[in-house]
């Protein structure tokens, strides 16, 4: 019997997913960098480390221990620097919304899923008007742990009421595929921060959503019925590598 795209829930990912802002967050991590009189170079870090806050990304630039307090006073300058040089840039990724749209004719649940917290979460999906397509959207705030954890994925497909194996994740991130199939899902690499070598097992890598239907999402599914065992290896030599 065909798979039926009812039976079935698409999660997305935000940054590098719904928009292309990779550069614009590196961009802002190493204006904090050179203020903090760091020399990490904040592209690679990112390439690594995208998908986890930005509280947990800083914790692997010191030598030494930083106080929770500090950490978030760092993170929120890095947030007011990103939110100045993406404010005029903000622009979904090609095709996203025509995608969308035609995912939930098709029947398709569709849900949220990032490490970002409220705030930034609306300054994105409430500017470009992308808030009414989700039935889900879960943030930071709403789990206890962060990507390459599944704990977002999982939380959006509980209030999806579907379950893991019927659910397919966006993410352009290493730690945010790992995270999809840590929790028994399939996904869909978007190619806008890494190469598509450098994935682990995605059903198929995009540049933007003009290369994707929902027809084609239920091919995809057909000839990948099973999610990949998640490398833990792989996201740990990713997470610690400097």
């Not at 009421?161 to 730690?175: H, I, Q, S």
């Not at 682990?200 to 027809?215: E, G, N």
Request: glycine share 6%; proline share 5%.
């Amino acid at each position: 019997m065909p798979l039926a795209a009812s039976d079935h829930a698409l999660i997305f990912d935000m940054d590098g997913v719904l928009i292309d802002n990779t550069r614009y967050q590196a961009r802002a991590f190493q204006l904090l960098f050179r203020e903090l009189g760091l020399t990490t170079k904040a592209l690679p870090l990112l390439r690594r480390l995208n998908g986890m806050p930005a509280t947990t990304i800083l914790k692997t630039v010191f030598r030494s221990p930083v106080p929770d307090k500090e950490l978030k006073q760092y993170a929120d300058r890095r947030e007011f620097l990103y939110r100045v040089l993406y404010w005029d840039k903000r622009r979904e990724l090609a095709g996203l919304t025509r995608f969308l749209e035609a995912a939930r004719a098709a029947g398709f649940r569709l849900a949220l899923g990032t490490g970002s917290g409220a705030e930034t979460i609306g300054y994105i999906v409430d500017h470009l008007d992308l808030r009414r397509h989700f039935d889900v959207i879960v943030g930071k705030d709403d789990v206890d742990r962060g990507k390459p954890h599944a704990d977002t994925f999982a939380v959006a497909a509980r209030k999806l009421g579907m379950p893991p194996e019927r659910c397919v994740v966006f993410e352009d991130a290493l730690l945010g595929e790992q995270a999809a199939y840590r929790g028994g899902m399939r996904c869909v690499a978007v190619g806008t921060t890494l190469a598509a070598r450098q994935f682990q097992a995605p059903m198929m890598v995009i540049k933007d959503f003009t290369q994707l239907t929902p027809a084609l999402v239920l091919a995809l599914l057909e000839a990948h019925p099973k999610a990949p065992r998640p490398s833990q290896e792989l996201a740990r030599r990713q997470y610690m590598h400097r």
